[in-house]
């Protein structure tokens, strides 16, 4: 049990360090919040045999969890005015309540990114009703209260455009939105997801916008260390302004969070989820002081 909890420290600790072996690292680093629920066993198994230097060592691990994570439970949003209410979903391709799920969701946005989207379909439809401004590319799109300009789809390094640009025009003056969908990362099979971030890094450092908004399922996780290549340069949104770990997938009991809201140039007041009829994802949700 001593070695157990050791290892179980270890891979919290310098999880970062581990190689990626066959794309296991990913999917290890996309549960590693999950890893503390091995604490309490651990300490349940030295309680049984009545070691007490297990127990001691036991808690290590949650130590070293309480450090890493502990503040995400507590943390507070910095609340305060906004000026952009935004989202980002990804609909299902399947999910025939699509539109539904939008309707929800949108209500109270300013601005809507959506994936896996159907050309003409139930979500689509049903956002152009209730935001003017729309643009969409290929399986994603985006919606807005504002005004668009100077749309133009991307590709991620996917072959074929799965992303877009687009400047909206707010109240408080402009924000350069992307949305992407990039590769997904399955053991074994994570050198195109790779790839897709190296191309999503690129095109923001090469943005000399002010403010920056990229909402999207990225296929990666808040703790997968793909994320250093996006944050920094930009920040997240659930990270400084949400209430505890903002898991948004699978969407019957989420364990982990691909989708995200991240941005430079703005402050982020208030994030969090939102439950998403028919698909597999929830919604990921922000306000935003420009």
Do not use: C
Request: net charge positive; no cysteine.
């Amino acid at each position: 049990m001593v070695v157990v909890s050791v290892a179980v420290a270890a891979a919290l600790a310098g999880h970062q360090l581990i190689p990626a072996l066959g794309g296991f690292t990913p999917v290890m680093e996309s549960l590693l919040p999950w890893i503390g629920l091995t604490v309490p066993l651990l300490l349940l198994a030295a309680a049984l045999a009545r070691s007490p230097v297990a127990a001691a060592a036991a808690l290590v691990p949650g130590v070293v969890w309480a450090v890493m994570f502990g503040s995400t439970l507590f943390r507070t949003p910095p609340g305060g005015p906004s000026d952009l209410a935004v989202g980002t979903v990804n609909v299902g391709v399947t999910n025939s309540a699509s539109g539904e799920a939008v309707r929800v969701i949108a209500k109270d946005l300013d601005l809507l990114a959506a994936q896996e989207l159907t050309s003409g379909g139930p979500a689509a439809r049903q956002l152009n009703k209730m935001l003017k401004h729309h643009y969409t590319v290929s399986t994603v799109g985006l919606w807005s209260r504002y005004p668009i300009s100077e749309a133009k789809p991307l590709d991620v390094g996917m072959g074929w455009p799965r992303a877009l640009r687009a400047v909206v025009t707010t109240p408080k003056g402009k924000v350069t939105v992307y949305v992407m969908h990039l590769a997904s990362a399955r053991p074994g099979h994570t050198t195109s997801r790779d790839a897709s971030l190296t191309h999503a890094r690129k095109l923001v450092d090469a943005d000399p916008s002010k403010r920056i908004l990229l909402l999207g399922d990225l296929n990666t996780a808040t703790t997968d260390r793909g994320m250093r290549g996006l944050t920094p340069p930009l920040t997240d949104a659930q990270t400084v302004a949400g209430d505890g770990f903002g898991f948004t997938w699978p969407s019957e009991f989420p364990i982990t969070r691909p989708d995200h809201i991240l941005f430079k140039g703005m402050t982020a007041t208030e994030a969090g989820v939102a439950p998403a009829t028919g698909s597999d994802h929830r919604a990921a949700i922000a306000s935003l002081r420009l």
